[in-house]
């Protein structure tokens, strides 16, 4: 099933409401997760909702 980049956009800036500063670690974990069960569709999703957070916090944070 595809996801739209604002359903990740969407999803990334309630990741980072609920976590803050750990919502990057969060998402890299849980793609990482995901790689390691084979799912890479699934894993990229994860990757990509991880960039768009560290596109938001700016580049002196991650």
């Known amino acids: 099933m595809a996801t739209s980049i604002v ?10 409401d609920a976590h ?3 919502a990057v ?8 997760a995901l790689e390691e069960q084979g799912r ?4 990229e999703k994860w990757r990509r909702i991880e960039q ?3 596109e938001t ?4 944070q991650s």
């Open 20 to 22: 803050g500063d750990k």
């Open 7 to 16: 359903d990740l956009q969407d999803y990334a800036r309630r990741l980072y």
């Open 40 to 43: 890479r569709e699934d894993a």
């Open 57 to 60: 916090l700016g580049p002196h």
């Open 52 to 54: 768009i957070i560290k």
């Open 25 to 32: 670690a969060e998402a890299a974990q849980k793609a990482r």
